[in-house]
């Protein structure tokens, strides 16, 4: 908070005197309108200020008041009132804190007196810019203004703004008495100073109303930078969140976008606060609430963007968070003063920074081009950041003697902002383009996959397709549903038109584990194998054993399942099957010995199996799509269900199975001997 603080200060000091150039006469105005005198005078004289003698438009009340610790809240004391005598106490400036004027770290109730001498009769008024907490003035007794609650039930406010407060005339020449009532909550004491800070002024009401307007404007141009960040913030928040709409897979753009937006909503409370009074224990619990939040979608987005790993300083990182929860619930309560929150919460961001700037540098030399584009902005930002820290640590200790101006007003042209906007919006700027780049990347990259995909479809409709033939006095079905654009399934039927097998068919179905462009790869490579064996090899056992071997010298990885069958025009059938579920005749499970699926084992047997088709019967081959159909409560189809629906036709087959719920990809072969 000593950073918002130190802004407000420097920024009302400059509204003060565009305030002061506006002023005219504390009496009549001249006829001719002319301005008056933007000299302020600053009394000296002990506790009273005679601005009869120096009729200017507005005076500084910054100089000597007597000064009172403890409370008079009922006024039994008199010490609000004209007459009470007030010489015993001591004097200290208005134009500081009481913290450096022999009260240090004193945290209670103090009381402000002194006499104004006016010379008029415009309606007074007074300004009072920076005051650190609550406070009542009253004016010869009378209670003319308060903001916040004061003791007995305090309850402090947070707010920027100056306040204006109207003054009764003086009768008959009289000096007017002010006390202000001041209450610095005790675990604030070490944290920020107590009392008048500053820039109090009297002086004739319209012109007093009229600089408060003036200094309310010129803290609201002061505002612009943040104003402009949050802008940029929620825009460039609300552009991420639109790219993880395109892209819900790459969730860097989800967070990214979630961070902005916190960032945004942080922001937006400052503003608030600028203008408008909060409780302190309301506004500390959405900034810190925001603030956290803001953390753990700041080391998700990072974690998720420069592919972070769960080591001891993720963890630190991480365990900051809810540890810093702890420390505001300590600090909400009073238990602890505000000077220790800060200085423990600024110590409870440095594992996140570590961890942050750890994982960017080693990513960056890694090779990761995201990460090196990153350096910079991050870099940069994560310094301005620290300098603020050290300032703010500094500011309440004997070491601070860093110059600060440069840091917390590095420009006013074209408006005021800081070294951390300067960071910020080069940060904001970086990222945007870091991200645009790499959507535009990985869009790219995701169109030449498709087009490869596309190029993997077509070469699989080709060599799969869905037809009814008729051969060697066989009617043969097939049906292919892939669960995806490219499947692994693949069958075969081919004709065998030479050697002792002519007349026959050879039929091939099988299953590669995987799925996508992989597993089209190794369909195509195995379809065009089995069709350069047929040639010269026609027996089931022999095939999968050469295809085995070819499998396991091309090392694609993975395996296959696989069954051959030889069908002759007498409905003599030969089976042979690696690891392939078994056919049905019928309804009945043919019986089989099972080899290894190819790609597994070198030099594996693939026992044969012959059997008799009969007129009437049919032989259904599945894959195992259809066997592990998967329904909404976890259920799977199964041998049994799977052996009631074999005796229908492989269409039907087919579409229980997805009805049931596909899986996988489901192949469906059904051969008939009419």
């Known amino acids: 908070m000593p950073y918002f603080w130190r802004q407000i200060r420097v920024r009302i000091a400059v509204a003060a005197v565009l305030g002061l150039m506006c002023g005219c006469g504390l009496g009549a105005q001249t006829a001719t309108g002319d301005a008056p005198a933007v000299n302020v005078p600053v009394f000296e004289a002990p506790a009273v200020f005679d601005i009869a003698k120096h009729p200017e438009p507005v005076a500084s009340l910054d100089g000597m008041w007597r000064f009172q610790t403890g409370d008079d809240a009922d006024g039994a004391r008199g010490w609000a009132k004209p007459g009470f005598d007030d010489s015993s ?16 770290n004193y945290g209670g109730v103090g009381w402000y007196r002194a006499q104004v001498r006016t010379a008029g009769t415009a309606p007074l008024a007074i300004y009072l810019p920076l005051v650190a907490t609550n406070y009542q003035i009253f004016a010869d007794g009378m209670l003319v203004g308060q903001f916040g609650e004061l003791p007995p039930e305090p309850k402090t406010l947070y707010a920027a703004v100056p306040r204006v407060f109207a003054l009764p005339q003086p009768l008959d020449g009289k000096p007017l008495t002010l006390a202000i009532r001041v209450y610095q909550p ?6 920020y100073g107590g009392g008048l800070l500053g820039g109090v002024r009297i002086g004739r009401a319209d012109l007093i109303y009229e600089r408060l307007k003036l200094d309310i404007q010129s803290q609201a141009w002061s505002q612009v930078d943040g104003i402009f960040l949050a802008i940029f913030e929620t825009l460039a928040g609300l552009a991420a969140l639109g790219l993880f709409a395109l892209r819900t897979e790459e969730r860097e753009y989800l967070w990214f976008g979630v961070w902005l937006l916190l960032s945004a909503a942080i922001r937006g409370l400052f503003l608030y606060t600028a203008f408008h009074p909060i409780g302190r224990t309301d506004h500390d619990l959405l900034w810190q609430g925001l603030y956290r939040c803001s953390t753990l979608a700041e080391m998700a987005f990072y974690y998720r963007f420069l592919k972070g790993e769960r080591g001891v300083l993720f963890w630190l990182a991480l365990a900051s968070v809810p540890m810093s929860v702890v420390l505001m619930v300590v600090g909400l309560l009073g238990w602890i003063s505000v000077a220790l929150w800060i200085e423990l919460g600024i110590a409870m961001t440095l594992p996140l920074v570590v961890w942050t700037v750890e994982l960017l540098i080693r990513r960056a030399i890694e090779g990761l081009p995201d990460a090196r584009l990153l350096c910079v902005p991050v870099l940069l930002q994560e310094l301005a950041a620290f300098i603020v820290r050290t300032l703010n640590l500094g500011h309440r200790t004997s070491w601070y003697f860093l110059p600060s101006d440069w840091v917390y007003s590095t420009s006013t042209w074209p408006f005021p902002f800081s070294l951390q906007d300067v960071a910020d919006g080069l940060f904001l700027v970086g990222m945007l383009a870091i991200l645009i780049r790499r959507f535009s990347r990985t869009s790219r990259h995701e169109d030449d ?15 799969i397709t869905e037809s009814i033939v008729n051969h060697s006095g066989l009617v043969i079905h097939s049906v292919y549903r892939p669960a995806g654009q490219v499947g692994g399934d693949f069958f075969q039927i081919l004709p065998l038109e030479h050697g002792e097998a002519a007349g026959s068919v050879l039929i091939a179905i099988g299953d590669v584990s995987g799925k996508g462009l992989p597993a089209a790869m190794t ?24 295809m085995n071997e070819r499998v396991l010298a091309r090392s694609l990885g993975g395996f296959t399942t696989c069954l051959i069958l030889r069908a002759e025009p007498n ?32 030099a594996a047997k693939y026992p044969e199996v012959t059997m008799l088709l009969r007129v009437g019967q049919q032989l259904t081959l599945v894959t195992d799509g259809v066997v592990e159909a998967r329904g909404k409560s976890g259920e799977v189809m199964g041998f049994d269900r799977t052996a009631a629906l074999s005796r229908q036709s492989a269409g039907a087959i087919a579409i229980e199975a997805q009805h049931f719920g596909q899986d996988d990809d489901i192949t469906v072969l059904t051969v008939v001997r009419p």
Do not use: C
């Not at 134009?95 to 450096?100: E, I, K, L, P, Y």
């Not at 059938?573 to 099972?594: C, F, I, K, R």
């Open 523 to 546: 369909v195509s490579m195995l379809v065009g194998t089995l069709g350069a064996l047929v040639h010269y090899v026609h027996n089931p056992g022999e095939l999968l054993a050469l």
């Open 186 to 191: 005790p675990h604030w004491a070490q944290a």
């Open 571 to 602: 409905g003599k059938l030969t089976l042979a099957s690696a690891g392939h579920p078994a056919p049905y005749v019928d309804g009945v499970e043919v019986p089989l010995e099972n080899g290894f699926p190819l790609g597994l084992v070198a």
């Open 89 to 104: 106490w001591r004097l200290i400036r208005a134009g500081a804190s009481w913290s450096g004027q022999g009260y240090h």
């Open 449 to 463: 996959m498709e087009r490869e995909r596309e190029a993997a479809r077509s070469v699989q409709q080709l060599l």
